[in-house]
DNA sequence: GAGTGGTCTAGACCACGAG
DNA sequence: TCGTGGTCTAGACCACTCA
């Protein structure tokens, strides 16, 4: 059967598991040195190693080269709002993050090109939002706008996610259209270090276009979220007259 | 620096991978078993285990335990679109997913109540649906419906998944509002196996809430859809009552 | 029983961080 | 320099599949 009895590594991570979730292991802390845990379960370093993995999977330790394991802060859950209304307003606690945008000018190129329906080498601006809350980073934003609709300058750092990014939304002509596809990926190795996440623990990423009324597209986003804390929430009003099929 | 260079096992899954999808191995196909892999690469059993682990996190690669390692073949991607008008219609091609679903009569408790909002000990009826494609199971679906709401019989095994599940969905009073949360996390063990991918590969998982005009929450769905090969797509659309278009 | 993958060991050596 | 985690080795033993 799988997973019917306990493997050494397993049980391992199990123990460490409920020191951590009860408390008994505070987080922060720093766990015993892989030698010392290793003899303490007596089993060997690579087995204890692959425990550690397994609680690192699941984002309860991180490990640091040179300096030890240690148990995660429990992090602060993000919530992305779909349907673009305020695109990346979340509840009033998220909303002391802090972002670092750095701005470019580009050029259409590639699968960027398609996405915003524009020719390749057509100028654009690209912001790319990086946001923390406290130490942790949070989410990893590209945003592509058409140079004519972006605005002149941006503030480098902000205190308020919100606050920047409505003021890139408050430039856009009305809108017509928000598409947001979402997907489960593994994070690039730029992301996982930007991130702060291991390689292996996949992102959220999410791939909103906009556009406005007469179907050009205003935005393009590419934001990744750290899978293990973030979550997406789109919600629909319908009309009650509807008829048989909707698409 | 981080990743600079090739570790053993990382040049070896990367030696593999690219012999993947050139198709020089091609899908279906076993691997050279793993002693002989090692000696070819000359390295270690653990090292080019580690080495088959990265190809297995990237689902390039299934290892059927007594049998060998096999290329997977590749997977048709699921897109589920959101926002609930015809909650699991699929493209065309998806059309032909064969369904099994399994039916029962429970009362609410913890979080599904809360989630649809009922008093505890209150009567629903559960599908589980199993939809594949082919050989490989493609999503699993917990659907809740207050048992007053639930059709009284609902066949246990189709060929269309559109067809089982727009015909629950056509037993519903008009929606008023459809509320879909995503998030990552890490398949149970159950999930696991059911949906036969490994237990480190993150699903999508949509929990899905529809209300009726009443606010009475006429569906709670959970879904589950192997993260690796599936995305959700969320498309707004927008009144432009507010200033003229303008371009 | 032969061959496969799954787990584990005991120890070597390297790379990083702090004093 | 020292202690830490990161990688790797060579081989043992077990569990599973199939003939």
Request: aromatic share 4%.
């Amino acid at each position: 059967m799988i997973g019917s009895v306990s493997s050494r590594c397993d049980a391992i991570a199990g123990d460490l598991r409920n020191q951590i979730l009860t408390g008994r292991l505070k987080a922060g802390e720093r766990l015993r040195s892989e030698p010392d845990l290793a003899s303490h379960y007596a089993v060997s370093k690579p087995t204890l190693r692959s425990a550690l993995a397994v609680l690192q999977g699941e984002g309860l330790i991180e490990k640091i080269h040179g300096k030890g394991n240690f148990v995660r802060r429990p992090l602060r859950r993000i919530t992305y709002r779909g349907g673009g209304a305020m695109p990346d307003v979340h509840t009033p606690a998220d909303a002391a993050l802090r972002v670092t945008i750095r701005t470019a000018k580009i050029r259409a190129r590639g699968h960027l090109a398609a996405l915003m329906n524009v020719p390749a080498r057509s100028p654009l601006t690209e912001f790319v939002c990086l946001s923390h809350d406290g130490e942790s980073p949070h989410s990893l934003a590209r945003i592509y706008v058409p140079r004519d609709l972006a605005p002149a300058s941006v503030p480098e750092e902000s205190t308020s996610y919100v606050g920047v990014v409505a003021n890139l939304a408050e430039l856009h002509p009305p809108l017509a259209n928000v598409r947001e596809k979402v997907s489960v990926r593994l994070p690039t190795q730029e992301e996982a270090s930007v991130l702060r996440i291991g390689s292996a623990w996949a992102v959220l990423a999410i791939t909103r276009v906009m556009t406005d009324a007469a179907g050009r597209v205003v935005e393009a986003a590419l934001l990744v979220f750290p899978g293990d804390h973030a979550d997406a929430v789109f919600t629909t009003h319908h009309q009650i007259d509807r008829r048989g099929t909707e698409e």
